[in-house]
T-cell receptor
């Protein structure tokens, strides 16, 4: 079966610009997660969706980050405006039960 | 902040040597999962431990969950260059949210 698809793989933007990431989870997986992984650290959960509803966004910096999963399938994560400290890999994962399957991630560099 | 602490942060071994990484929590864990992330790759699920004192094996990998469910370990016997990567433990809480440890980065010298 196809895995979790993410695009783009890489993105370089200047600070204060906007950026959006896209994720298509594994077919049939109701739960979708966005993580931020800063170099040398473990993934940090940003937001969890169950179908098209938000389950947990307590660690999402809502002043600049937003995410949606309007039809309960694919999802977008947006940063507006970006800061230097947003440079990281943004990972999307989906799950049917407790095990999460990760996409390849989008490596964001803010200069 | 992160509740699961992993040690060591880095481990460099000669091929054929054993390797162990430890995951510790100040609170009782409902379960623990282990993931491996190759350099430049994404985390890949290895195993989930649920029961107190549970031990699971996958070929050269042995996973243990402590009796008090506050710690876990991953042991690799006779490391190979293909074992290179960062090993993360992760605890599940709330609605299947996961909190990852900082990971142990393993390098293997051939």
């Amino acid at each position: 079966e196809a895995g979790v698809a993410q695009s783009p793989r890489y993105k370089i933007i200047e600070k204060r610009q906007s950026v959006a990431f896209w994720c298509n989870p594994i077919s049939g997986h109701a739960t979708l997660y966005w993580y931020q992984q800063i170099l040398g650290q473990g993934p940090k959960l940003l937001i969890q969706f169950q179908n098209n509803g938000v389950v947990d966004d307590s660690q999402l910096p809502k002043d600049r980050f937003s995410a949606e999963r309007l039809k309960g399938v694919d999802s977008t994560l947006k940063i507006q405006p970006a800061k230097l400290e947003d440079s990281a890999v943004y990972l999307c994962a989906s799950s049917l039960a407790a095990v999460q399957f990760f996409g390849q991630g989008t490596r964001l560099t803010v200069v | 902040g992160q509740q699961v602490m992993q040690i060591p942060q880095y481990q460099h071994v000669q091929e054929g040597e054993d390797f162990t990484t430890y995951c510790n929590s100040s609170t009782t864990l409902s379960n623990i999962q282990w993931y491996k992330q190759r350099p430049g790759g994404h985390p890949v699920f290895l195993i989930q431990l649920v029961k107190s004192g549970e031990v699971k094996k996958q070929k050269r990998l042995t996973f243990q969950f402590g009796e008090a469910k506050k710690n876990s370990s991953l042991h690799i016997t006779a490391t190979q260059t293909t074992d290179v990567g960062t090993y993360f433990c992760a605890e599940t809480y709330n609605n299947n949210d996961m909190r990852f440890g900082a990971g142990t980065r393993l390098t293997v010298k051939p």
